[in-house]
């Protein structure tokens, strides 16, 4: 079973520019499986997907999700359905984050000038390595597999799309043993996943 997901994407509720019903319209006609609506420092983005979802009965999963801002770098977590403050250290982000049977993912480590964290110690930390971001330049995402690769990591990607016309540019294929959110979850943590997708890294900053 391979799903296709887009592990990060902001709404309307951080500093995207569209509301959550066009991500999921866009992403339903893109015919991803998966979403994860991962806004700066708030789950309320992925909350309101979650509702709509249930309430509509739409043919797609919304995994939790939230990219925080922390002391040292931009952090990926997933599972967890509520916030974490901004400036927190990145280790006590993460412990949290497990702590509320969550896992987390470097975002875009090499993006230096995008709040990267690219300091390897945060690397042996986490559960994955966003390893595609759609936003970042095709050498950092080589060097993020790299060192995926080389701390035994499970692999992240998404499109890192402001606006929906971006959702599914970066795609993490996931092979889940169920359709649970345990499930999902511990196949990115478990390396049961693989990354596709195309730069628009001038597209999306030209469009911001």
């Known amino acids: 079973m391979l799903l296709k997901a887009d592990l990060h994407i902001h709404s309307n ?6 509301s959550v019903r066009k991500i999921l319209d866009v992403a339903i006609g893109r015919k991803l499986d998966i979403i994860s609506i991962t806004d700066h420092n708030t789950v309320n983005g992925s909350i309101e997907a979650l509702e709509i979802v249930r309430e509509e009965n739409l043919p797609i999963i919304v995994l939790p999700g939230i990219e925080i801002s922390t002391a040292n ?7 967890i359905e509520r ?4 400036g927190i250290d990145m ?3 993460v412990r949290l984050v497990r702590k509320w049977g969550g896992i987390t993912s470097l975002a875009h ?6 709040h990267g964290a690219i300091r390897l110690k945060f690397f042996k930390i986490v559960d994955c390595i966003e390893v595609f971001n759609a936003k970042s330049l095709m050498i950092f995402n080589k060097l993020s597999e790299y060192f995926c690769r080389r701390y035994g990591k499970g692999k992240t990607a998404g499109s890192d799309a402001h606006r929906a016309e971006f959702v599914g540019y970066g795609i993490t294929i996931i092979n889940p043993n169920d359709l ?5 979850l511990s196949a990115l943590k478990s390396g049961k996943s693989d990354v ?12 911001l």
């Not at 509720?13 to 569209?18: F, M, P, R, T």
């Not at 480590?109 to 995008?114: A, C, H, L, T």
């Open 83 to 86: 916030d974490i403050e901004s």
């Open 109 to 114: 480590p090499f993006q230096f000038y995008r």
């Open 91 to 93: 280790g006590e982000a």
């Open 73 to 79: 770098g931009h952090l990926l977590a997933y599972g």
């Open 180 to 184: 649970s959110m345990d499930g999902i």
């Open 13 to 18: 509720h951080s500093d995207g520019k569209d």
């Open 196 to 207: 596709e997708g195309r730069t628009a890294m001038i597209k999306q900053i030209l469009r």
